[in-house]
């Protein structure tokens, strides 16, 4: 009996040991998979750049060419007040873009007596674009009013409630900001006093909306002349303000009030921007430096009363807004791809120079109208003349339903592309020919 005790107990011994061999074997295997696995996350974060950006990047199934096939991403921000019944006007209107190759962005205000109808002359505050939005309550008439008058062909709002900014100024425990001037206002219509003294100091979400709604004290004075007085000065403060919450809402320790974040855009934001589109920008957003922000504003003028039907509207000046549109839009993205190409390239001869045109002065530009509508080839040829093309030529040709950009003798690609935004519309073409007196041929068409 006692042997065969003795062999059921080293059966069982044996038993238990196998399986701690093959338990030991899983837990090595599983540690083995994860290592792989870690390591593959790792390298896979080591080529979409490293930091929380590859590691974001990484994670939501970035890989390293998806950044460079990103373009600039435009959004037409606009600021509602609702502290009046039944009237919701816009404060704020502002085009921010952000390009994530680049790490630039770009804020410009539109003031919000901006005219938008054809004749000032018989101008109604219900032209004004900040009336727009109120009117019907849809965002895309104001979005197509600021086509108009920039050129871009934004296609994204976001629509921001009052109440959003002072709400995630308080999540994120406050925002330091150097107020201008002091500021004392009283409108009991609107349940508004403003009391902020000048300096530096921690602002909460009142006091925010304070800063950002003020325009003038109660006895008229307002921000110092070389600042911008009035609405030219509320815009200045509005745009240096944003630029503070957006470097302070990125600092790291705000990862944790993320979700009391999203809350707030949940009740407060309503946009038409996919979320698709927006993960794609988000990892490479926490880059950014508010040091590469331009900022800017329409530039106009307010004409008297007398000569705009007795409404105080802003007229802005197209010449100077193309002129401005070029600046912050196109060029800084020319010049960067110059600058990196300048890096990269050998010294070429003057032969190859020639044929690779880079600058705008070099290229002879040709504009043809196939849209039907005369007035299209004019408007073509100011936007171009506007951000620094000279148009050697125009005609009309044959009615043809799509705008194309020629390119036939070999101009680079980041100033044919910078043609097509100028337009705001274009497929670009290459057809080389050595007999041709012009560098580029742009054919207006019917979707212009």
Do not use: C
């Not at 900014?165 to 406050?174: A, E, P, Q, Y």
């Not at 509508?373 to 000279?390: H, I, M, R």
């Not at 020629?406 to 080389?432: A, F, H, P, W, Y």
């Amino acid at each position: 009996m006692g042997n065969k005790q003795m062999n059921k107990k080293n059966t069982k011994n044996n038993k238990k040991k196998k399986k701690k061999k093959i338990g030991k074997k899983i837990l090595l295997l599983f540690l083995f998979i994860l290592l792989i696995a870690g390591g593959v996350f790792a390298y896979k974060v080591h080529l979409n750049g490293g930091g929380m950006s590859g590691m974001l990047a990484t994670m939501v199934g970035h890989d390293e060419n998806t950044k460079k096939n990103l373009g600039e991403f435009k959004v037409l921000l606009l600021g509602i007040s609702t502290d009046q019944e039944n009237v919701d006007l816009t404060d704020t209107i502002m085009v921010a873009s952000y390009n994530p190759n680049t790490q630039k962005a770009t804020l410009l205000s539109i003031p919000r007596d901006t005219y938008t109808g054809k004749n000032p002359a018989k101008a109604t505050a219900y032209e004004k674009i900040n009336a727009l939005y109120n009117r019907k309550h849809r965002p895309d008439e104001t979005l197509e009013a600021v086509n108009e008058i920039t050129g871009l062909n934004i296609e994204y709002y976001v629509v921001i409630k009052t109440e959003a900014l002072i709400k995630l100024v308080d999540v994120i425990g406050g925002v330091t900001f150097n107020v201008p001037i002091d500021m004392e206002y009283d409108d009991p219509t609107q349940d508004l006093h403003i009391r902020l003294e000048a300096g530096e100091q921690v602002l909460d979400g009142n006091k925010a909306e304070y800063l950002v709604r003020f325009r003038h004290n109660n006895d008229g004075t307002s921000y110092p002349e070389e600042y911008g007085d009035n609405d030219l000065g509320r815009m200045r403060t509005q745009r240096e303000f944003i630029m503070q919450v957006v470097k302070q809402t990125a600092q790291p320790g705000n990862i944790f009030k993320l979700g009391s974040i999203l809350d707030v855009a949940k009740e407060n934001v309503f946009t038409n921007i996919d979320f698709n589109v927006a993960k794609d920008y988000i990892p490479y957003i926490v880059e950014f430096s508010t040091e590469n922000l331009l900022t800017d504003m329409l530039p106009g003028t307010t004409p008297d009363w007398n000569k705009t039907n007795g409404v105080s509207v802003f007229v802005y000046d197209k010449y100077e807004t193309n002129k401005l549109i070029q600046e912050l839009f196109h060029n800084r993205d020319i010049e960067e791809n110059d600058e990196n190409e300048n890096m990269t390239e050998e010294n070429t001869t003057s032969n190859q120079t020639t044929t690779n045109r880079a600058n705008k002065s070099d290229i002879v530009l040709e504009v043809l109208n196939g849209s039907g509508d005369s007035d299209n080839l004019q408007k073509v040829v100011n936007q171009l003349k506007g951000a620094g093309y000279k148009i050697t030529r125009t005609g009309n040709t044959n009615t043809t339903s799509k705008t194309t950009i020629i390119n036939k003798k070999d101009v680079r690609e980041t100033l044919l592309k910078n043609m097509k935004d100028v337009i705001g519309i274009g497929t670009i073409e290459t057809s080389e020919s050595t007999s041709s007196k012009v560098h580029v041929t742009i054919i207006i068409g019917k979707d212009y």
